[in-house]
């Protein structure tokens, strides 16, 4: 049919190119914001590609809601600009006749959407957080870079190597300086390298010296070594961190029904259904008058927008904090927004407004059709 396939080319169009500039938007941010996070040190640099393609991944369902939201608005908002929504009207196809075309081109992306936001989104967060606890647990020598400065995981040590091996077992010019309670000491060293005593790391140095300070009282005390022996850390094992509900995976939510878990399944669900309504009320919002602008619907449909995801937000924390419940919540908001958009369909479909429902002189009101 005609009218199918026209207004699902205009939407293909109009949707792939939405998401291609989002996506690139995106992309900058998140790269900014994760090289900052590198220079901080929370971000191994050699895997900023990996952690910006990740949140990126984990972005992809707000990214995809809205490439169709502003798809489905441009796309309609431009037939009524150019008069060719009176043409369609004018052949008998009235405003609830396109939201057959509109869900036939959505379904695929709705579920796309509902696979990333209950499957895809969780297993991203939980790759991030697991390559920045890894970055943060490495030993104090791997945290090492040559030629620089580098301060400790605890923050009492300040290392410094000249060079290293490729295993980053053992360094040359080793420079170490630490402080313990009001006892400081500087120790250098020709060479170190790291061995292991049962689950204990030890840096092993030699044919160097070491500065002894009381910060209390001034007195130092200078030692030269040939071999010295420096507890680096007492555990290598890597701890199993717990996994929050952002980590969790979706059956695992359903499984343990806690107040958090509860906030979180009721977000992940609750983008699904934000993406339905959306459709239904960019139909709503289309509707352009050529004396205002096209910008001014486009303006108005992105607030719309940023409401509703700000509502969602809320309900989480809410849900999470006990005040209300999840379904209830989410019968409020999303069937409420499912409830105004139809009902906002209807009046515009029926060509309904206050002065044909409104009695005149004692009159029934007038039906328009």
Do not use: M
């Given at each position: 049919m005609l009218f199918h396939s026209s207004l699902r080319k205009d939407l293909a169009r109009n949707f792939g190119a939405t998401l291609v500039i989002l996506v690139t938007i995106v992309m900058t941010i998140i790269l900014i914001r994760t090289l900052g996070q590198a220079s901080r040190g929370s971000v191994n640099p050699s895997e900023v590609m990996l952690v910006m393609g990740l949140s990126v991944l984990g972005q992809m369902t707000t990214i995809a809601t809205l490439s169709l939201f502003i798809a489905c608005v441009a796309t309609l908002s431009r037939m009524y600009g150019e008069s060719e929504m009176v043409i369609w009207f004018a052949s008998g196809q009235g405003l609830a006749n396109f939201v057959q075309p509109l869900l036939r081109f959505a379904w695929p992306i709705l579920l796309v959407i509902a696979l990333l936001s209950l499957f895809v989104l969780p297993w991203s967060h939980q790759q991030i957080q697991d390559l920045k606890q890894r970055y943060e647990k490495r030993n104090d020598v791997e945290r090492i870079a040559p030629g620089q400065f580098q301060e400790s995981a605890g923050?009492?040590?300040?290392?410094?190597?000249?060079?290293?091996?490729?295993?980053?077992?053992?360094?040359?010019?080793?420079?170490?300086?630490s402080r313990d309670g009001r006892l400081e000491s500087v120790t250098t060293a020709s060479q170190g390298r790291v061995e292991f005593v049962g689950t204990d790391r030890f840096l092993y140095l030699e044919n160097g010296q070491q500065w002894?300070?009381?910060?209390?009282?001034?007195?130092?005390?200078?030692?030269?070594?040939?071999?010295?022996?420096?507890?680096?850390?007492?555990?290598?094992?890597?701890?199993?961190?717990?996994?929050?509900?952002?980590?969790?995976?979706?059956?695992?939510?359903?499984?343990?029904?806690?107040?958090?878990?509860?906030?979180?399944?009721?977000?992940?669900?609750?983008?699904l259904f934000t993406a339905i309504n959306m459709v239904l009320l960019a139909l709503a919002l289309s509707a352009v008058n050529p004396r205002v602008g096209r910008s001014?619907?486009?303006?108005?449909?992105?607030?719309?927008?940023?409401?509703?995801y700000n509502l969602l937000t809320v309900g989480q924390n809410w849900i999470s904090t006990g005040r209300v419940g999840a379904g209830a919540f989410m019968l409020m908001l999303h069937g409420g927004v499912f409830l105004l958009a139809v009902l906002w369909l209807t009046i515009r479909h029926m060509n309904w407004s206050w002065r044909t429902l409104m009695p005149v002189n004692g009159r029934a009101p007038r039906s328009s059709t």
């Open positions: 923050g009492n040590r300040v290392f410094f190597i000249d060079k290293d091996s490729p295993g980053q077992r053992w360094g040359t010019n080793v420079f170490v300086s002894l300070t009381q910060l209390d009282t001034g007195e130092t005390r200078l030692t030269q070594f040939e071999r010295y022996q420096l507890l680096i850390d007492t555990d290598n094992a890597l701890p199993g961190a717990a996994v929050n509900s952002r980590q969790s995976a979706t059956w695992q939510l359903i499984q343990q029904p806690t107040a958090a878990n509860q906030a979180e399944l009721a977000w992940r669900t609750g983008l001014y619907h486009l303006s108005l449909a992105l607030f719309v927008f940023v409401a509703y």
